[in-house]
């Protein structure tokens, strides 16, 4: 049988359970080892992608461990209560956003039921037994199945799945927890993008980098090395401008993105920009128990943060000395004003194209009455140009 007639699966959930202190019951009459470990915290969050809407924590729980005689494989049993806390957009990958009615954000309790095979090694152990120097373990070594049950007429479709997934234990700040990619099983066709498409994401890419280079090279580079700008000697000493110094602003802001994901699902990324992923997990106060698994581009987001803020802030210094001249009798604020509204052409322009053509990203989630295009895959919230705009013209 062909390989792309197998079926295939795509993320359901992501699952965050933290643990408390065991209860080593000991040995039983079958040979196994038995301990308890009460679940005290949790969230259950379903993947942007994922049919059903599901963002919910854990009320109580436990996990039953047994490990085998041998010791090298320890059966979990997880069963735990949830309870739905909020859902008030779902984006499905590359089909029209759906805007759902706040009809999951009642307090749904649902059962939810975990068993798995652990495979025990020493990075496990070192994690069981309070190791100072344990590391979180890798994904592959702990698979499980889980199951729902509710009586919510908006979640019972839960209730007629089974879910397959790999598990992992991770340390954070010396806690434990448990987490896991869970993967439903339906038969999916293959996920491709249109090959133009692809080609003009590509060129996307190439002209943001290219763009990019150029801030670099003119801004930062000539500044601080005066020799590069005719590759002659020169008296002139090394500067730092305003300029470099927005560049270098721009590609540390770069993450902001990602970090404002960490509570609402409000970007979206294609996968197929060049990517390694968002580290918005590693930033101050992210929610470790939202999911963090975005494809923000790594060729285009760090060159849209430089061009939209360092470059349209040197782009409208440019235009406002031929303005003054043009239009005398205009005060600053006047000229300041034709620049943002330029401003905000082009980058209503810019990023329309960009979201329409290449659909590298995307707006999951926004303020309906500032929307243009509502429900739609290029929904374009309106305040993106006013901030673009303001950044650029005022910076």
């Given at each position: 049988m062909a390989t792309d007639q197998f079926p295939s699966l795509e993320p359901a959930f992501t699952v965050r359970l933290y643990p408390g202190k065991d209860y080593n019951i000991g040995g039983i009459l079958n040979g196994e080892m038995l301990s308890a470990f009460p679940v005290t915290s949790g969230?259950?969050?379903?993947?942007?992608?994922?049919?059903?809407?599901?963002?919910?924590?854990?009320?109580?729980?436990s996990d039953m461990a047994r490990t085998a005689p041998t010791q090298t494989h320890t059966h979990i049993d997880v069963s735990a209560i949830l309870r739905q806390v909020s859902m008030e957009i779902f984006q499905a990958r590359f089909v029209p956003l759906i805007c759902l009615p706040d009809?999951?954000?009642?307090?749904?309790?649902?059962?939810?039921?975990?068993?798995?095979?652990?495979?025990?090694?020493?990075?496990?152990?070192?994690?069981?037994t309070g190791d100072p120097k344990a590391k979180s373990t890798s994904f592959g070594k702990a698979l499980s199945h889980v199951t729902f049950e509710t009586g919510?007429?908006?979640?019972?479709?839960?209730?007629?799945?089974?879910?397959v997934g790999s598990a992992r234990f991770v340390i954070e700040d010396g806690v434990f927890s448990i987490e896991t990619k869970f993967r439903p099983a339906p038969v999916l066709e293959p996920d491709e993008i249109e090959t133009w498409?692809?080609?003009?994401?590509?060129?996307?890419?190439?002209l943001s980098v290219g763009v990019l280079l150029v801030h670099i090279w003119f801004c930062i580079l000539v500044p601080a090395f005066p020799y590069l700008k005719q590759f002659k000697t020169t008296d002139k000493g090394p500067e730092f401008t305003l300029d470099g110094r927005h560049i270098i602003g721009g590609l540390v802001a770069l993450c902001a993105d990602g970090f404002l994901n960490c509570y609402q699902y409000?970007?979206?990324w294609n996968s197929y920009s060049i990517n390694i992923g968002v580290w918005a997990k590693f930033l101050p106060f992210h929610n470790h128990a939202s999911s963090s698994r975005y494809a923000e581009s790594l060729l285009w987001g760090p060159p849209m943060y430089v061009y939209f803020c360092a470059g349209f802030?040197?782009?409208?210094?440019?235009?406002?000395?031929?303005?003054?001249?043009?239009?005398?009798?205009?005060?600053?604020?006047?000229?300041l004003m034709i620049v943002w509204c330029i401003e905000f052409v082009l980058d209503f322009i810019i990023e329309n194209l960009a979201i329409r053509i290449t659909h590298?990203?995307?707006?999951?989630?926004?303020?309906?009455?500032?929307?243009?295009?509502?429900?739609?895959?290029?929904?374009?919230?309106?305040?993106?140009?006013?901030?673009?705009?303001?950044?650029?013209?005022?910076?």
């Open positions: 969230k259950v969050t379903s993947e942007p992608g994922f049919e059903i809407p599901l963002d919910a924590e854990v009320v109580m729980g009809r999951n954000n009642d307090g749904a309790l649902l059962s939810y039921k975990y068993t798995g095979l652990v495979e025990v090694d020493e990075a496990l152990v070192a994690i069981l919510s007429e908006s979640l019972k479709e839960l209730g007629m799945s089974l879910f498409r692809l080609v003009c994401l590509r060129i996307f890419e190439a409000i970007f979206m802030g040197i782009v409208g210094s440019k235009m406002a000395m031929p303005l003054r001249v043009r239009f005398p009798q205009l005060s600053n604020a006047g000229i590298g990203y995307g707006f999951a989630k926004t303020y309906r009455p500032l929307t243009l295009f509502p429900e739609k895959i290029y929904q374009f919230p309106i305040y993106e140009s006013i901030f673009i705009a303001s950044l650029g013209s005022w910076a």
